[in-house]
């Protein structure tokens, strides 16, 4: 395995504890917990393995890791395991990509409240494109599709959004038939931001006088119900985003486009140039210019504030399934899709699945390629190198 020369670890390495200590005002226990985990993750800390190949015999030692979401080095096989039960879901049909953004006034909010602010998110992108694409005057279908939630940008600022990848097209009310969607139209982008918009700011208000928001510092004054009034009514003085690319070409390039885009956590390692003088490189896109490619930096601390503001949430789901791709459909409407436009269903579709996890093997040996498999386990404890009993001077 290629190994990038610098890595997110190595910049919590370089910064330690000093990091905390000054970062007392709003550091939490649960980002020291990861920033430990990065730190420790394929290390002796958390013990190793060794995996021998059942063709040659080839052995290797390789370091635990510590599985965190949040650790750019341990989302290699989630990613994979997750694309090889999304190629069985594909439909023979063209795709689309959505994107759904916050403006800029509500960052302070959502980072105030972040469970809250992207769950509203999720479901007012959601229940945006449900509607449009049932609406007989736009597709007049029961459409599916996937969001992925991202709170970066290029230059891990605060910027949530949701990636939604949609099929061209959907189910008729009645189940009958397929129906697509023009091929260089699927739905209204000012109908879809209008509607969002209307979603969002409707959710906020139900939180509000539900008590589910919380304001600290600058956003105190929102507490008062006229305060917060007046800054929804703001929101509304101009279009939010919705951004829809141009089609995919097919199901072969959908399942290359995901990959970079489903298990991504705020910066990969590949994108860190230098660490030097407390001071961190990164390569970041300039999509204002022709995405072209320029360095940013930043001194330790602040690339590590930057990076701690992407945490989610404890057990919060970042990708979900909406419309005939929601988990309680997916087992019969699936099938469906398929048969209706005209293909043979997959085996892997048609058949029930099953609850017992698949054999995936990720590492090959480099020797005769077979298959690597784990023949030994080391805890960190059983690793741990004790000292040389201390000599007594003096004694007889």
């Known amino acids: 395995m290629n190994r990038p020369p610098l890595e997110v670890a190595d910049i919590v390495r370089c910064a330690g ?9 709003w550091i939490t226990w649960q980002h020291q917990k990861i920033l430990l985990a990065i730190a420790r993750c394929r290390t002796a800390a958390l013990g190793w393995h ?22 750019p080095r341990c989302q290699g096989n989630a990613r994979v395991r997750w694309l090889q039960a999304r190629e069985r879901e594909l439909l023979p049909t063209r795709y689309v990509h959505a994107v759904f953004t916050l403006p800029r006034e509500l960052a302070p909010l959502a980072l105030q409240n972040k469970r809250v602010i992207y769950n509203l998110l999720f479901h007012s992108s959601s229940e945006t494109i449900l509607e449009i694409a ?42 009958s038939r397929w129906i697509s969607s023009r091929r260089s139209f699927f739905l ?6 209008r509607i969002f918009r209307g979603k969002f700011v ?16 600058n956003l105190l004054p929102l507490r008062e119900s006229c305060a917060f009034a007046s800054w929804l009514r703001l929101l509304f003085r101009h279009d939010w985003i919705v951004y829809s690319k141009p089609p995919f070409a097919g199901p072969e390039h959908t399942l290359r486009y995901l990959g970079a885009y489903t298990h991504r956590v ?24 022709g995405n072209r490619k320029r360095l940013m930096t930043l001194p330790v601390d602040e690339f590590l504030r930057r990076f701690l503001l992407h945490l989610l949430p404890r057990g919060f789901v970042r990708i979900r399934n909406f419309g005939f791709l929601a988990n309680r459909k ?44 784990l023949v030994e386990r080391f805890s960190p404890a059983q690793i741990q190198l004790r000292a040389p009993p201390a000599l007594c001077i003096g004694a007889a």
């Open 50 to 71: 060794r995996d021998q190949c059942s063709g040659c015999g080839y052995s290797a030692i390789s370091y635990n890791s510590c599985r965190n979401r949040h650790c």
């Open 330 to 373: 997916r087992a019969n409407l699936l099938p469906l899709c398929a048969q209706l436009l005209a293909t043979q269903v997959r085996s892997a579709i048609a058949a029930p699945t099953s609850s017992e996890p698949t054999d995936l093997t990720f590492w090959k040996c480099p020797h005769c390629g077979g298959e690597m498999k």
């Open 202 to 217: 409707a959710g906020l208000k139900t939180a509000f006088h539900a008590g589910a928001l919380q304001f600290h510092g």
């Open 266 to 289: 705020a910066i990969s390692n590949h994108r860190l140039v230098a660490l030097a003088d407390g001071n961190v490189t990164f390569r970041w896109r300039d999509s204002a210019h």
């Open 17 to 25: 504890q000093s990091f905390v200590e000054c970062s007392q005002r």
């Open 134 to 175: 049932r609406d007989p005057r736009h597709l007049g279908a029961e459409i599916g599709f996937f969001s992925v939630l991202h709170t970066w940008d290029q230059r891990l600022q605060h910027h949530p959004h949701v990636h939604c990848v949609l099929a061209a097209g959907g189910l008729a009310p009645d189940h």
């Open 188 to 193: 209204p982008i000012k109908v879809l931001s």
